[in-house]
Every structure is written in structure tokens, then in C-alpha cells.
């Protein structure tokens, strides 16, 4: 048998909706994966908490592992598949104990390449060995080998993403449906699609994990959760979904990483993209990613971000390409000239933006608004008043022009110190993406 023929034998860790997941694409497509990767992959053992659970798939001739390092530490695994989850505990053993033998280790687990990446692809180069998370981002779809490979000629100035299917299902739901937030996600949490604690996905916390990857692919740094401003989608009234509509616009929560003169910027925010971009196409647990780069212009990426089949497609796709001996520094360039990316303070975030607000309904009131931002620099580019507001008084909402997020910061306090305003108010920025 040639060297190349010999089969690369795998260890499982997880066998959740991902894993499972793994073990029915590897048991259908056997000949089909070792002709493109030049060699079967062959399941040969598994871990996961219950030994007794079934998982509808067939385990009775895969030796099981109570402890998930094992897998790392036999000898009949090449390489090791994490689906645990979790940034610590027994991921991160599991993948510091498969690098630091040589072994080859792919995952999902963004959370785990997010605050560890850097330490896993110096480890990983060290020995030689292959680190792939293909499916950490945006589930099904390619955005890893896109930024790594397929656009490594360019300068990538911009990455957006709709990174997390359950918020954007949410916000999908209340534009449809017209419902509050609190009421479709606890029907969310009722149909099993948002957890029972959802704080992870809609305070912005994976889109963050997914963001800081995706930051380090394009930019060259080191993936860094520290630098990364969050917000989640908690604050989105359905009225501001419907002044979005109203102006030309639809409210996504955002990825976005951003190459600036001073540094990189990393943010997780809802923000109003305009009605014909890409991003406002992308509806219910879709994921999307918009990149900008210098030569190539904008390309787009769309499809599953999560579930057992697109996510297990990606699992799989990265053992392709570790049975091919494709090699290449992790982040795109070798770990140890990853850079610390320069924080870029919020306050100089450069942009347009949607300020909503309750005030009396009586004369003087626009005047007030205006010299608000007047005094601040701010320029209003549209503004639409609107009959009762819910709580009395009426709404006035205003699109800004170009301006930076101090000064609206500064506005935002000048009107809540107004008489006339009767609730803070509401700021998201808007990215014509
Ligand atoms: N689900 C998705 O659509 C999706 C999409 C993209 C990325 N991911 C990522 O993929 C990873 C797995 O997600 P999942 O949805 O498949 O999770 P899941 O369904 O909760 O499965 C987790 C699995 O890990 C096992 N496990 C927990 N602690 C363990 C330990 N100490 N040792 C060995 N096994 C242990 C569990 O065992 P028991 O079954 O015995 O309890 C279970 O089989 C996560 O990093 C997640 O962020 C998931």
C-alpha cells in the first residue's frame, strides 16, 4: 500500500447535533471523501459524556473513550475532531494534548479558536501538525478557506457578517409577524431554537467569537475577544424595525471587522442595512458574509450557518484537507507574526446614523433637536415625524450624516438633558454594506 493509501484514522469528541453529524457523512460517503482526500477516513473512536445514550447512529464497532484526552493520547488516532464546545475545560485539554503530539486537530468550537487561537496555531506549526475550525464560523458555508486561501492575493479591508442564526430568525420574526422581541424569543426558546440561557447568542457574545476569527484571517492579528466591543439585539423595538423599513432599511446584527488608518475595528452591533444590499436579503437562521478586499472588490458568502448537516459538511471538508497534507499557517500567516491588533477606541468609529426619540408633541420641540446637533456638529440627512407615540407624545426619527461616535454620543446626552424628550434615546448606526 502506498504511504498516501494508508487510511488517516480519526477520533471523535462530541456527539451532540455536530458530531452525530460527522459519523453519518463519514459512513456515507467513504469512497467519495478518500478520493478526494487521496485516503479513507476511518472512524475509529469516540467520547462523550453518556455511553449509553443512543445517538441513532451505528458506534458498536468504535472503541469509546470516558475521558475525551484519550482520544489524543491513542495510538490508532491521527487525528482528533473536537465538538464539545466551551473555551476551556475539556476542549482546550484535548486540543493542547492532540497538538503537542503531532496530531492533527479540526473543530467547531469558535469560542475555543477565539480566546485560544493564538497559543493552538504556535502549538500546531511547532509540530507540524494541522489546527482547522472551519465550521466555528458561520456554520456551512467556506468563509475560513475563502479569507485563508481563495482570496490571499488581497488587501481586505472589510468583513461584515450575519454570524448567528438564531438573532437574525428573531429579528426576521418580528419584522414578519410585527411581535416584540421578549415574545418571539420565548418562542424561540419553545421551538428549540434559542437556548434555554440565550445570553451567548443575543447579546452578541458568538457573533463576537465568530467576528475576532474572522478579524485575525483578514487582517493578520491576533484573534482577541478583549478588543472587541459588543451589543447584542435586546434594545430592537418593532417600531424601530418599522422606521428602518420606512427609511429604505432592515435591522441585522452585525460582525464587523474593518481595517482603519489607526487599526483594526472590531465590533458587534444591530445595525440598519439598506433594503437592496446583500446582508438584508439574508432572512431567518441564514448566515452572510460580505467581504471587501483591494483587487477582488466585494464578495459575498451565504448559506446554513448551523445544524447538523452544514456544520458536519465543514467538520468534514477540514479532514479532507488534512488527509490531502494541505498545510499552511492556521490564520494565514505563520502564528508568530500574527500581530496584537491596535484597539481601536468606539468613540472614532466613523459613520451614519439612526437616532430615534420620544418627545412632547407641542411647538419648540424640532427647534431643541436641531440645536442639539447643531451644536455637536451633527447633520441630519432625513427626518420623519409620526402621529401618538405608545406612552404618549409623538416619535421624531433622524438619519445623520457622516460623522464620528463621539459626537453622537455627545448629542445622545445633549437630548436626554432636553424637557422635551420623554425616553433615552434610541442610536443604531447604519452600514452600507
Ligand atoms: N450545533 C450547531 O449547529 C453548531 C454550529 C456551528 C458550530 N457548533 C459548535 O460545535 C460544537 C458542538 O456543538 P453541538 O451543537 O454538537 O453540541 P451538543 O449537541 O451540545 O453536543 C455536545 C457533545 O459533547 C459531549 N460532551 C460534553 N462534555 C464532554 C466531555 N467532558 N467529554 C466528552 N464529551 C463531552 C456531549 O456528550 P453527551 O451527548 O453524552 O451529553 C455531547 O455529545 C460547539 O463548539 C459548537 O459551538 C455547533
New binding site residues.
Given amino acids: 500500500m502506498k504511504e498516501k493509501d494508508k487510511p488517516i484514522k480519526i477520533g471523535v469528541?462530541?456527539?451532540?447535533?455536530?458530531?452525530v453529524g460527522v459519523v453519518k457523512i463519514l459512513a456515507a460517503h467513504g469512497d467519495l471523501l478518500a478520493a478526494r482526500g487521496g485516503a479513507r477516513l476511518e472512524l475509529v473512536a469516540v467520547?462523550?459524556?453518556?455511553r449509553n445514550?443512543d445517538r441513532g447512529v451505528d458506534l458498536s464497532a468504535l472503541a469509546w473513550c470516558d475521558?475525551?484526552v484519550d482520544l489524543a493520547v491513542r495510538d490508532d488516532v491521527d487525528v482528533v475532531v473536537e465538538?464539545?464546545?466551551?473555551s476551556d475545560?475539556?476542549?482546550l485539554a484535548l486540543a493542547r494534548e492532540t497538538l503537542k503530539r503531532g496530531k492533527s486537530f479540526v473543530?467547531?468550537?469558535?469560542?475555543?479558536i477565539a480566546h485560544h487561537g493564538k497559543e493552538l496555531a504556535t502549538l500546531a506549526e511547532e509540530k507540524g501538525a494541522s489546527l482547522r475550525f472551519e465550521?466555528?464560523v458561520a456554520?456551512g458555508i467556506p468563509i475560513i478557506k475563502s479569507l485563508r486561501e481563495g482570496l490571499a492575493a488581497n488587501a481586505i479591508t472589510g468583513v461584515h457578517g450575519i454570524l448567528n442564526g438564531t438573532c437574525n430568525y428573531i429579528l426576521t420574526r418580528m419584522e414578519r409577524e410585527g411581535l416584540p422581541f421578549g415574545e418571539v424569543l420565548a418562542d424561540a426558546q419553545r421551538i428549540g431554537y434559542a437556548e434555554a440561557d440565550p445570553s451567548f447568542d443575543i447579546d452578541g457574545i458568538d457573533t463576537a467569537h465568530k467576528t475576532a476569527i474572522l478579524a485575525s484571517l483578514a487582517f493578520g492579528t491576533e484573534p482577541d475577544m478583549g478588543n472587541l466591543a459588543i451589543e447584542g439585539i435586546r434594545t430592537i423595538a418593532p417600531v424601530d424595525i418599522d422606521y428602518a423599513a420606512e427609511l429604505g432599511f432592515r435591522i441585522k446584527l452585525l460582525g464587523v471587522a474593518r481595517q482603519m488608518d489607526a487599526g483594526v475595528e472590531t465590533r458587534v452591533y444591530p445595525a440598519l442595512v439598506p433594503l437592496a444590499a446583500p446582508l438584508a436579503q439574508v432572512m431567518g437562521g441564514t448566515n452572510a458574509v460580505v467581504v471587501h478586499a483591494d483587487f477582488v472588490g466585494r464578495t459575498v458568502y451565504e448559506g446554513a450557518?448551523?445544524?447538523?448537516g452544514p456544520?458536519a459538511s465543514a467538520v468534514v471538508a477540514d479532514l479532507v484537507d488534512v488527509a490531502r497534507g494541505c498545510g499552511g499557517p492556521t490564520f494565514g500567516i505563520p502564528a508568530g507574526s500574527l500581530k496584537k491588533a491596535k484597539a481601536i477606541p468606539a468613540d472614532a468609529h466613523e459613520g451614519t446614523y439612526y437616532i430615534r426619540l420620544r418627545v412632547e408633541d407641542r411647538p419648540g420641540v424640532m427647534a431643541d433637536i436641531t440645536a442639539a446637533l447643531g451644536r455637536e456638529g451633527v447633520s441630519i440627512q432625513s427626518l420623519l415625524q409620526r402621529g401618538q407615540a405608545a406612552g404618549g407624545g409623538v416619535y421624531v426619527v433622524l438619519t445623520t450624516h457622516k460623522t464620528n461616535e463621539a459626537a453622537i454620543k455627545a448629542t445622545l446626552k445633549r437630548f436626554t438633558g432636553l424637557d422635551c424628550v420623554l425616553e433615552s434615546p434610541t442610536m443604531l448606526r447604519i452600514e452600507e454594506v
Fill in positions: 469528541a462530541g456527539l451532540g447535533t455536530v458530531g467520547s462523550a459524556r453518556d445514550r475521558n475525551a465538538l464539545i464546545g466551551g475545560g475539556p476542549a473543530t467547531a468550537n469558535k469560542a475555543l465550521a466555528a456554520g450557518g448551523a445544524g447538523e456544520t
